[in-house]
């Protein structure tokens, strides 16, 4: 069964690293989310990107973040300057249409900043 | 804009008993509901979703939830609770105009021997 895959597991930085976040959707999905789970908190949608472009963004999703899809399989989360209260876990999904149709979430990369 | 309210973040249940995770919703426009686990240090799995038609959907591992628009909730219920049960549950809820998903704040799930 297909799968989306999130690398790495997880990542250590320190405060004001940039980082990047890599995520492999399942290859005939057309839609590409991001999402991030604080510790103990619950899972919040950060940008959505279809047609290589942002769809939709929250106000999680400041200047700092920025997404791509550089090669027709990656995509990728970047942070230019990591803060601490960007630890978190962060989940990549993806969907064959948008809207109601299923996201399937990838395992999620944690990021701890020191 | 849309919500969802979990009642209840730690359920404890004895295993063999039935489950109950509440979930209610708030929507402006008709909306498309999930309910997802979460393993320890795991990634999120879709239990099951409901879109349109029939308002009682079954998904996996034995669980099912029930659309009722009047009380605007989505409970998930499991007749028999087996230990592997034991996991993080969310409830979640889209609109066909909207691509993301509003999570609620999760359930922890315990199971008792």
């Known amino acids: 069964e297909p799968e989306v895959t999130q690398t790495p597991s997880h990542q250590v930085t320190q405060m004001g690293q940039e980082v990047i976040l890599r995520c492999v959707p399942i290859?005939?999905?057309?839609?590409f989310y991001w999402y991030r789970q604080i510790l103990g908190q619950k899972v919040e949608f950060l940008v959505s990107?279809?047609?290589?472009?942002?769809?939709?963004k929250s106000e999680i999703f400041d200047d700092q973040f920025s997404v791509e899809r550089p090669d027709g399989s990656n995509f990728t989360l970047k942070i230019r300057s990591t803060k601490l209260e960007d630890s978190a876990m962060y989940f990549c999904?993806?969907?064959?249409?948008?809207?109601?149709?299923?996201?399937?979430f990838g395992p999620g990369t944690r990021l701890t900043v020191t | 804009a849309q919500s969802v309210t979990q009642l209840g973040s730690h359920v404890s249940v004895s295993e063999g008993a039935l489950v109950l995770l509440r979930c209610n919703y708030s929507s402006s426009v008709p909306p498309y509901l999930f309910w997802y686990v979460q393993y320890p240090n795991q990634g999120l799995q879709l239990l099951l979703k409901?879109?349109?038609?029939?308002?009682l959907v079954k998904g996996i591992n034995g669980f099912e939830a029930e659309f009722k628009k009047s009380e605007t909730s989505f409970h998930l219920t499991k007749p028999s609770a087996h230990m592997s049960d034991a996991a993080e549950y969310f409830c979640a809820v889209t609109s066909n105009r909207d691509d993301k998903i509003i999570f609620g704040k999760g359930t922890r799930l315990h199971i008792l021997p």
């Open positions: 290859s005939n999905h057309l839609y």
């Open positions: 990107f279809y047609n290589n472009e942002i769809s939709e």
């Open positions: 999904a993806s969907s064959g249409q948008g809207g109601s149709y299923e996201q399937y």
């Open positions: 409901y879109t349109t038609g029939a308002t």
